[in-house]
């Protein structure tokens, strides 16, 4: 059975580092797309950050240079590390690949999500 678990967040205060962690691990065969999430209260869940397979990276528009994604083969874990945090980072944060299952059927898996909070 495939699962994706986050550890890693918690509660800082403004200009505050966190890092991310999310190990993947069960029947998720050739990953294409590793990516964060982040859903605030009362916002739609929304992109942060993704890897794609052959090392290329995108970032929302509101990272402005603060994170950077990056993944681990070895571990089978992608990482999200977040610096300058603000206020308004704060939200639940959900990692998320893409891949095939057993079946060989192409699926979106999804973490349960870990809280990151930002005090001013």
């Known amino acids: 059975q495939a699962r994706l678990v986050e550890s890693g967040g918690g509660q800082v205060q403004t200009g505050g580092s966190l890092r991310l962690s999310c190990a993947v691990s069960g029947n998720i065969f050739d990953i294409s797309t590793w990516a964060w999430y982040r859903e605030a209260p009362g916002n739609p869940r929304e992109l942060v950050a993704a890897?794609?397979?052959?090392?290329?990276?995108n970032y929302a528009h509101f990272v402005k240079g603060r994170f950077t994604i990056s993944v681990d083969n070895a571990q089978n874990t992608v990482l999200l590390r977040m610096k300058y945090l603000e206020p308004e980072d704060t939200a639940v944060y959900y990692c998320?690949?893409?891949?095939?299952?057993?079946?060989?059927?192409?699926?979106?898996?999804w973490g349960r999500g870990t809280q990151v909070t930002v005090s001013s």
């Open positions: 998320n690949v893409v891949g095939y299952n057993e079946y060989d059927v192409k699926r979106n898996y």
């Open positions: 890897f794609v397979r052959g090392g290329e990276t």
